[in-house]
């Protein structure tokens, strides 16, 4: 099999300059453009939810006095390891279902011992709220 160089090299011209009209016609759009939108997106807005909930749920728990530091928020309430809170808000990552899960119940029996405070309900309503979002995501 021989092959033509020059038939390439003209092959190859021709495609750059139909890349080039395409580009003149809808120009490329900036990186931060594409960064912009990516951040908008359904998924990125869920993950700010989940994170922003954890947050939430953090802060008054150490409010309450039931923790201390993040350490010790994802060892007893999340039931992962010392770095999960962490690495959620670090990475922004979804928080698990089952994290979801034991913070939630983890409130329900801190409010049972503190007969009803209403915040704690709020928390637990939400909690759930985000459980069956992610769950109907799949029907």
């Not at 033509?4 to 190859?12: T, W």
Request: aromatic share 12%; with cysteine.
């Amino acid at each position: 099999m021989i092959l033509d160089i020059e038939k390439i090299r003209a092959d190859v011209d021709e495609l750059k300059s139909y890349f080039k009209e395409a580009e003149q016609v809808v120009p490329p759009k900036p990186l931060e453009q594409k960064i912009a939108e990516e951040m908008d997106t359904t998924q990125y807005n869920r993950q700010k939810q989940d994170a922003k909930f954890l947050v939430k749920c953090y802060k008054y728990l150490k409010k309450l006095g039931y923790i201390q530091n993040q350490y010790q928020f994802s060892e007893q309430f999340l039931n992962k390891n010392k770095y999960y809170f962490g690495m959620i808000l670090s990475e922004q990552r979804h928080p698990s279902l089952d994290a979801i899960h034991h913070l939630i119940t983890g409130i329900s029996q801190i409010n049972d011992g503190l007969n009803k405070l209403k915040h704690l309900d709020n928390l637990y309503e939400e909690g759930q709220g985000l459980i069956t979002k992610r769950l109907l995501k799949y029907f």
